[in-house]
């Protein structure tokens, strides 16, 4: 079965370091996601990418995250200077093709932010 | 504000028994309510999808239900084994709501004990 693939699974970063955080999304899927989710707290969206722009994003999303999709099947997060509390597991999703309204969820990359 | 409330916050049940996992939201106007299991590590895996005129809907032993009106909705896992430990989450989507995309409850924690 087709999976949402993210890598590398834990990334420990220094303060103040940039980070990209990589997803392949489901090949024949249109519509890609990030989230967080910040130890023992629920699962928080970041921003949503369509069409080769990003279509929504949350308070969260400020100007220290970007989205890029540089090929045909990557989709990463960029945080330019990481501080303390962007420690959390990131979530990849997308949807699209036969099953349009089930997001499919990688599993997760945790990051360590020292 | 947006919202999704969920009940209880952890439950320990018998193996072989049922449950029921509650979900109460405030997302207006309201597109679809979801829901997923998250294994720990994991990224989440939709369980159920359901927009404003179902009531019901089965996964295997899996059902949930949706009172649009009451804003409720409840999950039924019936002869519950040990691997559906795992987090429950509830997940509203609401429409032409930018910025929010997916919003997730906190999660109801199940354990089932042999």
């Known amino acids: 079965e087709p999976e949402v693939t993210q890598t590398p699974s834990h990334q420990v970063t220094q303060m103040g370091q940039e980070v990209i955080l990589r997803c392949v999304p489901i090949?024949?899927?249109?519509?890609f996601y990030w989230y967080r989710q910040i130890l023992g707290q629920k699962v928080e969206f970041l921003v949503s990418?369509?069409?080769?722009?990003?279509?929504?994003k949350s308070e969260i999303f400020d100007d220290q995250f970007s989205v890029e999709r540089p090929d045909g099947s990557n989709f990463t997060l960029k945080i330019r200077s990481t501080k303390l509390e962007d420690s959390a597991m990131y979530f990849c999703?997308?949807?699209?093709?036969?099953?349009?309204?089930?997001?499919?969820f990688g599993a997760g990359t945790r990051l360590s932010v020292l | 504000k947006n919202q999704v409330e969920q009940s209880p916050q952890s439950l320990i049940i018998l193996e072989g028994k049922n449950c029921t996992l509650q979900?109460?939201?405030?997302?207006?106007?309201?597109?679809?309510l979801r829901w997923y299991k998250q294994d720990t590590g994991r990224g989440p895996v939709s369980l159920t999808i359901?927009?404003?005129?179902?009531n019901t809907k089965s996964n295997g032993r899996y059902t949930a239900t949706l009172d649009a009106d009451t804003k409720q909705s409840s999950l039924h896992i019936t002869a519950s084994q040990l691997s559906d430990s795992a987090s429950y989450i509830c997940?509203?989507?609401?429409?032409?709501?930018?910025?929010?995309?997916?919003?997730f409850g906190k999660g109801t924690t199940l354990s089932v004990s042999s």
């Open positions: 090949s024949n899927h249109l519509y």
């Open positions: 999703a997308s949807n699209g093709g036969t099953s349009k309204n089930i997001q499919y």
């Open positions: 359901m927009t404003f005129s179902e």
């Open positions: 997940v509203v989507r609401g429409s032409n709501q930018a910025g929010t995309a997916l919003i």
């Open positions: 990418f369509y069409n080769n722009e990003i279509s929504e």
């Open positions: 979900c109460n939201y405030t997302v207006s106007p309201f597109s679809n």
